[in-house]
C-alpha cells in the first residue's frame, strides 16, 4: 500500500513538476530565478539584504509624509511657519543616508568584483558571439567546437525532438544548446559579430548580464553547481527578432560532457540528440526515485 502510494505521488510529482526539469521564467514571478551559481546566490543575498533597508525607511518615509499631511495642514494651521533651517535635522539627514548608503556599497563592489574578477585558470573557455539573431558557441580547446544556436521553431519539434514544452518552452527552447559540465569554471568571452550590432548574453540563474559588442570582448565566468537545462535572452535591444534569439544552457555530469564532446567534434547535432535524450531521461528517473524515497 505505501509502495502504491508513493508510486501514485511520483507519478503526480511528475504530472506538476515538469517545470523543475528546466529553469526559466514563470507567470507572474516575483523573485529572481533560483541560483546555479554562487554568483547568483550572492545576487539573491543582496537583493534580500537591501530589502531590509528598503522596507524600513519606506514605511518611515510614508509615516512621516502622512503626519506632515494632518499636522501641517493649512485648517489646523492658519498661521503658516517661518521656519527655513534646523542644523541638527539636516546633520542628521545627511549624515544617516551616507551611513546607509555605505551598507549598500560595499557588499555591492564586493559583489561587483566577484562578478568582474575572471578566476585564474578556468577549466572551459566558451566564445559567444551574437549576430542579429542567433548566437555562436565556440569551444576553446584542443578540438575546436563552433556551432549556431537558433530559436526552435515549432515546425521543427518534431524533428528535433523537443516537443515536450515544459522542458522546451515556446520562445525560449533552442535547437543547438550550449552543453557545460557540472561543477567546473567556465569563461564566456562575449562578443558580436563585427559588422552587427550590440546584444547582451544574459543567463539569470548564473548571474550573468554582459553586453555583446561587436569589435570588443567581454569576459564573464560561472561555476555551475547543478545540473539541468537553463534559459535566457539577449538582454540588448538589437533589431527586430530581439525577442526571437533565446538562449540556452545545458548543464550536465562531467562524464555525459566528455561523450558530447568528442561526438560533437565530428557532428554537433547528433551529439545534441545523443545528449538530450540521456539528460531527459536522467531527469525524469532521477525525479521518480526522488519522489518515491520521499
Ligand atoms: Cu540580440
Not at 543582496?46 to 519606506?58: A, D, G, R
Not at 535635522?89 to 562578478?115: G, M
Not at 534569439?245 to 554537433?268: D, F, G
Amino acid at each position: 500500500m505505501k509502495r502504491a502510494y508513493a508510486a501514485l505521488t511520483a507519478l503526480v510529482c511528475l504530472l506538476f513538476a515538469s517545470g523543475s526539469f528546466a529553469d526559466q521564467p514563470y507567470d507572474w514571478q516575483m523573485t529572481l530565478q533560483p541560483a546555479a551559481t554562487p554568483i547568483m546566490e550572492e545576487i539573491r543575498w543582496f537583493e534580500h539584504y537591501t530589502l531590509w533597508f528598503i522596507v524600513p525607511i519606506t514605511i518611515v518615509v510614508a509615516i512621516l509624509l502622512a503626519v506632515v499631511a494632518v499636522k501641517f495642514r493649512a485648517g489646523a494651521n492658519p498661521v503658516a511657519s517661518k521656519t527655513s533651517h534646523n542644523t541638527a535635522i539636516e546633520v542628521v539627514w545627511t549624515v544617516a543616508p551616507v551611513l546607509i548608503l555605505l551598507f549598500f556599497a560595499i557588499p555591492s563592489f564586493n559583489l561587483l568584483t566577484n562578478q568582474l574578477v575572471i578566476p585564474k585558470d578556468p577549466d572551459l573557455t566558451v566564445k559567444v558571439t551574437a549576430t542579429q539573431w542567433q548566437w555562436n558557441y565556440e569551444y576553446q580547446g584542443e578540438t575546436p567546437i563552433a556551432y549556431d544556436s537558433y530559436l526552435l521553431k515549432d515546425a521543427d519539434r518534431a524533428a528535433a525532438g523537443k516537443e515536450d514544452r515544459a522542458i522546451y518552452p515556446r520562445l525560449l527552447a533552442v535547437d543547438n544548446e550550449m552543453v557545460l559540465p557540472v561543477g567546473k569554471t567556465v569563461r564566456f568571452l562575449v562578443t558580436a559579430a563585427p559588422t552587427d550590432v550590440i546584444h547582451a548574453f544574459a543567463m539569470p540563474s548564473f548571474g550573468i548580464k554582459i553586453d555583446a559588442v561587436p569589435g570588443r570582448l567581454n569576459e564573464t565566468w560561472a561555476k555551475t553547481e547543478r545540473e539541468g537545462l537553463f534559459y535566457g535572452q539577449c538582454s540588448e535591444l538589437c533589431g527586430k527578432d530581439h525577442a526571437f534569439m533565446p538562449i540556452a544552457i545545458r548543464v550536465v555530469s562531467e562524464e555525459k560532457y566528455a561523450t558530447w564532446l568528442a561526438a560533437a567534434a565530428t557532428n554537433v547535432d547528433q551529439a545534441n540528440k545523443a545528449l538530450m535524450a540521456s539528460a531527459d531521461a536522467a531527469d525524469t528517473s532521477a525525479l521518480v526515485a526522488e519522489n518515491i524515497s520521499k
